[in-house]
């Protein structure tokens, strides 16, 4: 996933930041530890498992959303999966519309991002990332991360299970926090995010690493 541009708040595509696109009777998630409203960080194509790049995000028939706490960083566990103090929200594609956005200075990030998918090889994610910089002639940061693929942990694996089913979930998208760190997601400075979901249960999950 590359830079593509500025799109627009609303822009039904993979995008970071903006307002997200949501089913009829959605609530804006709280943050379990503060109780504040979390800040909606990116919305992502969610396919079958194994599917990359620009045909993942073509065929999908449901969108990761992706929210987190910004209003005490570093105080609510927003790394966490199930802390609560961060949201990955799987909707249907089709009769998605702009939600309304709760008053607070952290709900969006201060600029929405789009994002381009181009295949890439068999290559790990972090191989992938500096190969596709050199190629373009474009800075590291232009990479905002890859969707499917296998996540590539600063840390160790955490692939979270299913809160439903209890069986792992699987691999959506790896973030980075963003090409310009004032309007950058915070994950812990130089951190990933990695959205996973569960589409037979419906579930998804985010956590962060750095
Ligand atoms: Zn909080
Ligand atoms: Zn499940």
Excluded at 27 to 43: H, V
Excluded at 127 to 144: F, I, M, Q, T
Excluded at 193 to 205: D, I, L, N, R, V
Aim: net charge negative.
């Amino acid at each position: 996933m590359t830079y593509a541009g500025p799109v627009d708040d609303l822009a039904p595509v993979t995008r970071t930041g903006g307002v997200p696109l949501v089913p009829a009777g959605f609530t804006w998630p709280q943050c379990a530890e503060c109780s504040g409203p979390m800040q909606f960080l990116a919305q992502l194509p969610v396919n079958t498992p194994g599917a990359q790049g620009a045909e993942a995000a073509a065929g999908a028939e449901r969108v990761l959303s992706v929210f987190m706490c910004q209003n005490d960083p570093g105080l609510c566990d927003e790394w966490d999966p199930v802390a609560g103090g961060n949201r990955a929200l799987l909707f249907p594609r089709a009769g998605l519309t702009p939600a309304p956005v709760p008053a607070g200075d952290e709900t969006l990030l201060a600029e929405t991002c789009g994002i381009d998918c181009t295949a890439r090889d068999a290559a790990p994610y972090h191989e992938a990332r500096g190969k596709w910089s050199e190629a373009c002639g474009r800075p590291l940061r232009d990479v905002l991360g890859q969707l499917g693929g296998t996540p590539s942990w600063l840390q160790h694996d955490e692939t979270p299970a299913c809160p439903s089913c209890a069986r792992p979930m699987s691999f959506v998208a790896q973030l980075e926090e963003g090409r310009d760190h004032r309007t950058a997601m915070n994950f812990g400075g130089g951190g990933c995010g990695y959205a996973f979901a569960c589409a037979p249960c419906e579930e998804g999950s985010f956590l962060w690493q750095c």
